[in-house]
């Protein structure tokens, strides 16, 4: 009697025990899961500006509301074609290019397939039974996924700060306009000299917004990247960390995308440039223009 009290009080014992110890790798899965979603989320933010920064590399110069409109008078005086929905676009915005819609559709793939590979890594996490062995044995087959997106973004961090995007068709409308200013016979040389000048003013504006361009590109890929790395220590030790250690590395998380924040531009590109020195694996990087 005595031995079987014994036995039922050790069974109770080791079912409590055991269920504190799920209790407690399901609490460690769902608190990593948090640093998980900041890399996700970074990730997300990256690769909108990527896209953004694809697009505008083929915007036209903007125009108010009414030069547009006087451009468009402009251009239907002149025209004596017969309009029709192919070319009313252009007499509309004869600025607008008209990329190929096959190139389009390949890069607006290429797009969502990055953004799909982060999305499937995130995933993992989502399926994970925090509460039992495989869970854990599921975080540490993630940490070789990881490597290599993280030296996919280290690639495409890297590409932005040594070939930062253009403005492309803006740059050719100015050098166009330069090319005017000095093939044009009848101006005196004050006035070719004060068409100059503003010239420069509107190239110098250009490139002042092409490095704001480059600087929210790389701060988002920069932010992505640190988060990626702090979060491949937290899957590779994670059978040495408990809750708490877990909760300060999401804390830590928060401060490291702070610290890219506050980056000055010069420093971003710095650091980006470097970053293939340091990548785990190896990656090809998909340049943004």
């Not at 491949?232 to 708490?244: F, P, R």
Request: glycine share 6%; with cysteine.
């Amino acid at each position: 009697m005595a031995v079987s009290s014994i036995y039922q009080f050790t069974r109770k014992a080791v079912l409590i025990i055991g269920i504190g110890l799920l209790a407690a790798c399901s609490q460690k899965a769902e608190t990593l899961k948090i640093t998980v979603t900041q890399f996700g989320s970074a990730t997300e933010d990256a690769f909108d500006a990527y896209g953004t920064a694809q697009t505008a590399q083929f915007a036209p110069t903007p125009k108010s509301q009414n030069a547009r409109q006087s451009e468009f008078i402009t251009n239907m005086e002149a025209f004596t074609g017969k309009v029709t929905p192919s070319n009313l676009p252009t007499l509309l915005d004869p600025d607008a290019v008209k990329i190929d819609p096959n190139v389009a559709q390949q890069w607006q793939k290429t797009l969502a397939d990055l953004r799909s590979q982060y999305r499937q890594f995130v995933a993992i996490f989502d399926q994970i039974e925090g509460g039992s062995a495989l869970g854990a044995s599921a975080v540490t087959d993630s940490g070789p996924i990881l490597e290599k997106l993280r030296s996919q973004l280290d690639a495409i961090t890297s590409d932005l700060a040594k070939d930062p995007p253009q403005y492309l068709v803006r740059r050719g409308t100015l050098i166009a306009e330069l090319n005017k200013i000095r093939s044009e016979p009848n101006d005196d040389d004050d006035a070719k000299s004060l068409r100059l000048q503003i010239w420069w003013q509107d190239w110098q504006a250009l490139m002042a917004e092409e490095k704001l361009l480059q600087t929210h590109t790389l701060r988002s890929f920069m932010t992505a990247s640190s988060l990626g790395a702090h979060l491949q220590n937290q899957i590779d030790s994670y059978a040495q960390l408990d809750v708490t250690a877990l909760i300060g590395a999401a804390e830590q998380g928060i401060a490291l995308a702070g610290e890219v924040r506050n980056l000055p531009p010069a420093e971003l590109v710095a650091q980006g440039s470097n970053l293939l020195e340091t990548a785990t694996g190896s990656a090809t990087a998909i340049p943004a223009q």
